[in-house]
């Protein structure tokens, strides 16, 4: 598929929606448990306001931004820079799945009884690291080393997210999804179209 999540979204969301829900039921030991099943749902519901603002930005304030212009993007672009509102919807999936498994790694990490800097510290260069792929996929140097980085410091908060605060999930999912709208956000203004440029020129 050329153009990944924006030519499949519902198929890519269903996909990682199936994986997020395997392994939360394989690790539910970790994950949940002391919840009963009241608890989940409510857990779920707080998170529909959630859902919804991002949503909201998608359909509403994603569109309001400037065009990305095809002549200051990269030769081998990120999928996102061009892609439409559809392609968020396999992106929320994604980071669901996402979140699943680091919560899973920290609190296994945690029950196994390492320190919270050594969490951190593994956490970091794991998610950090997992970003340096991205090199593979042809990405300009700039794109995988801000990449890379900003995963590096999420990757490094993650630990205290999940085991200091009560709602680490919501916490960790909305700055990880987040990130993405402000990413979005700045490199369709850096890149957009220059606005004196001609109606007939490329762009």
Do not use: C
């Not at 199936?18 to 002391?34: E, N, S």
């Not at 707080?46 to 603002?53: C, D, K």
């Not at 029950?111 to 593994?122: D, E, K, T, V």
């Not at 179209?193 to 490329?202: D, E, I, K, L």
Request: proline share 7%; aromatic share 18%; net charge positive.
């Amino acid at each position: 598929m050329k153009n990944g999540y924006d030519d499949a979204p519902v198929l890519f969301a269903a996909y990682y929606l199936l994986w997020a829900a395997l392994a939360a039921w394989l690790f539910r030991h970790l994950l949940v448990p002391d919840m009963t099943l009241r608890q989940l749902g409510r857990e779920g519901l707080v998170m529909m306001p959630i859902l919804a603002g991002f949503a909201m930005f998608v359909v509403y304030v994603l569109p309001l931004l400037p065009k990305v212009s095809a002549l200051r993007a990269p030769s081998e672009p990120p999928e996102f820079m061009f892609a439409s509102a559809w392609y968020y919807l396999p992106k929320s999936a994604d980071i669901v799945f996402q979140q699943t498994l680091a919560a899973t790694l920290i609190l296994t990490a945690a029950r196994a009884g390492y320190g919270l800097r050594s969490i951190a510290i593994g956490m970091a260069a794991a998610f950090g690291g997992f970003h340096l792929l991205l090199m593979f996929d042809g990405f300009t140097p700039t794109y995988v080393t801000r990449f890379a980085l900003s995963a590096t410091a999420f990757g490094a908060l993650l630990p205290y997210l999940y085991l200091r605060l009560r709602s680490g999930f919501r916490w960790a999912y909305s700055l990880h999804w987040g990130f993405y709208a402000l990413d979005a956000t700045l490199t369709h203004f850096i890149l957009a179209v220059p606005p004196w440029a001609p109606s007939w020129a490329p762009l």
